[in-house]
């Protein structure tokens, strides 16, 4: 049996679809009632949903076999986890976002709101720019708005947050997407099954390509 965790929300929804889609459905799933894990012995699979940001920490730590993580996840908190296929769900860029007339001043340190620390870190020192990190848990696009920050660092997907906020995308740091992980020692005891299950799923991925 392979446990996957998924993240919840809007974003786990498709992705439990492409789970589906590859032959690993679990139809208990959308009963509605308060169970927290779903199974299907036929098909080999059993499901839990999690915070799309703690999948990672289940699948580093065994809990689960495989989940299914952001990329903005994967790259702040450097799970120790393999990384198997990108899902091409959930796309959208990790930005540097400011006021649309934002004119940095090299002389004095940039001060950054994020949730994201280590990639504004990684980001800036690629560039040698001495940052301040202001770190939030959300609504980043209030930070400058209200002085409390230069710029941001964070997702976006349509764009729409930041305009409405009279915000504007300045820098694209890296493009983002849901991606497959798996735990490392599973990934060895369990080859054959989880090999299977990428390869359904990237099947899944190509056949969503392709559709109009
Ligand atoms: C994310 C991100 C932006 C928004 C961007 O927030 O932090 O606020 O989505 O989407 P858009 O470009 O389509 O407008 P999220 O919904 O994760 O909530 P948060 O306030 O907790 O960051």
Redesign the pocket.
């Known amino acids: 049996m392979i446990h996957v965790a998924l993240p919840k929300g809007r974003l786990g929804e498709s992705v439990y679809a492409l789970f589906e889609q590859a032959g690993y459905g679990c139809p208990s799933i959308r009963e509605k009632n308060r169970k927290l894990i779903f199974e299907n012995p036929e098909a080999g699979v059993s499901f839990f949903w999690v915070k799309p940001s703690d999948v990672a920490i289940y699948v580093e730590r065994g809990a689960a076999d495989v989940g299914v993580a952001g990329k903005d996840i994967l790259l702040e908190y450097a799970p120790d986890v393999y990384e198997l296929l990108d899902l091409n769900l959930g796309r959208?860029r990790m930005c540097v976002a400011g006021p649309e007339d934002f004119l940095d001043d090299p002389a004095r340190s940039l001060r950054v709101a994020t949730?994201f620390p280590n990639i504004a870190r990684g980001y800036y020192s690629s560039l040698s720019r001495e940052i301040d990190i202001i770190h939030l848990?959300?609504?980043?696009?209030l930070a400058p708005l209200l002085g409390l920050s230069d710029v941001i660092v964070?997702?976006?997907?349509?764009?729409?947050?930041?305009l409405e906020n009279h915000l504007a995308p300045l820098e694209t740091i890296t493009p983002l997407s849901a991606r497959l992980i798996a735990n490392k020692v599973s990934y060895k005891f369990q080859y054959d099954e989880t090999a299977r299950l990428r390869d359904a799923l990237a099947q899944a991925v190509k056949k969503g390509e392709k559709a109009p």
Do not use: P, Q, R, Y
């Open positions: 959208c949730k848990n959300g609504s980043i696009e964070d997702i976006v997907e349509t764009g729409k947050t930041l």
